[in-house]
């Protein structure tokens, strides 16, 4: 705790600014808390918005946005390979995906494979550091990632078609369809990428082999307002992906993996009075097949599907006070080849209250009794205040706790598994300042955040490795946000970026975990001319360790890595751009995972046209 008030102080003080190429929201300005108004929102914590502007200049890749566009780490087994997070220095099934509010991540490994996430299909993606096990339940330790698709009324029809083609033989194409009117909403979108990803490594006569891979996502959203007091919205997506894994070594034998996954979410909203009630069900599927020999048909397997049902009831016994009771229920069926076949059920209340005590401070109380079959039934809470001290700075402080339970593979996986594994528990606390000055914005956050009873896999006396609660872990760190914008005339320039202070240790053996870098820093840089528009997204990324007792032998170096894109907007009312990018400008050497190199320098151009 001593290490937390420090950071605080050092946060209060700091005045480096960093930067994050995003549409973002991060400071509230003057709101009424309503019903309508508060629904699925927090005040006293920060959210990174990446709007639809920002997913279209990046590549389609839930990867290549978050690693361009956060504070989030990711390890990436080689380009499209697996890749996973990690967010505050946690672990990546310590890191919560949403879709449209519901937790997507997969009941086998307990994380989601950020390359199997195509984000145009989305509107805008919501990135909330910390606990936030209250709202989304378990593996909310590290953060959130929300996956958002919005719906809009009365804008008529519209397309917008965006075409790709890159090196390595790498394309993408993606169509958007909106119609709307008074009433109703349909948006329908439909991706396809491919690529046969034979990179060459930099600075070696090998490439990237066995590398190929191809995805389509399916994604619908519609909503109709079926009178003044109701509405109603139907939400789809169809992931169909193929990987060839890349080869380690030469001589290694090629596998492949292929995943098919669906979603479906029906949400009900209606208020009365000065009641709002949201009641949303929803069916998920995830299913993967491994071939660990890609010229034989035998494979290994896993199903698990998922019914999930949140209700939600707002009441505002003022325009500053709202109560919020809810009531949540999950059920898991899970089988597989290498999977003893299991059901689980999950179920939890939920309780919180804001309050806008004056124009200038909030607080807001939560929380959440969660129940299960299999791991007791703890309570969780967060609670937090929010201060505005004047239009040019306001605070925010926040505590929270936090918890995730083990996953089929760590509890039933065939000779392997360990059905006593407890839950991780985990108590957070942050601090973040907020210095706003016309197009201009920075915050700059400190936290602390301990994990008891961390999931780990250890090698036995036989020498394989078996999932135990192990170590206590102590994590702190600060992160700051920077943002600026400036128009001259036909000229506008922006300036975003972030940067993060992380350490995660071991409080046993005082160790980093491995993994977790203790700097990350990105920077955009944009400009529009009229019809043209030129970019610089950078990333630097610190070194991290390999092995847990964090010998320099097993260190991989920092690295840094640059795009340039520009494009020419064309037609009477701009619907028409082309553009071009220069990944990897600076033909960087570098790998985020051991002997897994990234691609050099190479171009993407593209084709966007709207109709």
Known sequence: MKLFVCFLFFSICISHASFSQTDTVNVLGEVLLSAKQIKDSVYTTNVLVLKDSVLRLSQPSLTNLLNFNSTVYLKEN????????????????????????????????????????????????????????????????????????????????????????????????????????????????LSRNESDNDYPYPNTDRKNENGQFNNTNVSLASGFKLNKKNTLNIYANIYKGRRNFSLPTPNALKTKYTDFNTRSLIAWKSTFGAMASNLKMAVTTEEYKYFANIDS????????????????????????????????????????????????????????????????????????????????????????????????????????????????????????????????????GEMSHILSYKKASLTVTGYYNQVTDLLRYVPGIDGVFRPENTNS?????????????????????????????TVSENKETQKQLIYVPFHKFTMALGYRY????????????????TTSDNTTLDILDSYMVANLGAEYNFGKVNNFKIGAQILNLWNEDYESVLNRPLPGRNLNVYLNITI
Request: charged residues 10%.
């Open 78 to 189: 080689g380009l499209g390979m697996v890749s996973s997070p990690s967010f505050r220095g946690t672990t990546a099934s310590q890191t919560a995906v949403l879709w449209n509010g519901i937790n997507i991540n997969s009941q086998t490994t307990g994380q989601t494979d950020f390359n199997t996430i195509n984000t145009r299909g989305f509107n805008s993606i919501e990135v909330t550091p910390g606990g936030g096990s209250v709202a989304s339940g378990s593996g909310a330790i590290g953060g959130s990632i929300n996956l958002v698709n919005t719906l809009k009324y009365q804008t008529g029809f519209a397309n917008q078609l965006f075409v790709n083609y890159g090196a390595f033989n790498t394309y993408g194409i993606d169509n958007q369809t909106q119609y709307a009117t008074d009433n109703t909403s349909l948006s329908l979108g």
């Open 297 to 428: 048909d035998f494979f290994t397997s896993g199903n698990v599907q998922n019914f999930i049902a949140h209700y939600d009831l707002d009441y505002s016994f003022s325009p500053k006070i709202v109560v919020t009771a809810g009531a949540q229920y999950t059920h898991n069926d899970g089988r597989g080849s290498n999977i003893t076949s299991a059901t689980r059920n999950l179920a939890a209340a939920t309780l919180s209250l804001k309050h806008k005590v004056s124009s200038s401070f909030l607080y807001e109380i939560g929380l959440r009794q969660e129940t299960n079959e299999d791991f007791g039934n703890p309570l969780l809470y967060s609670a937090g205040i929010r201060y505005v001290v004047s239009p040019l700075y306001q605070f925010k402080i926040n505590t929270s706790k936090n918890f995730r339970i083990p996953t089929y593979n760590d509890l039933y996986w065939t000779g392997l598994g360990n059905p006593n594994l407890k839950p991780e528990t985990s108590y957070q």
């Open 530 to 545: 009229k019809k043209i528009n030129a970019y610089y997204q950078y990333l630097n990324n610190g070194e991290v360790f």
């Open 473 to 501: 872990v102590a994590i702190y760190g600060l992160e700051s946000v920077f943002s600026y914008e400036k128009k001259m005339g036909n000229h506008a320039m922006t300036v975003n970026a972030t940067y993060a202070y």
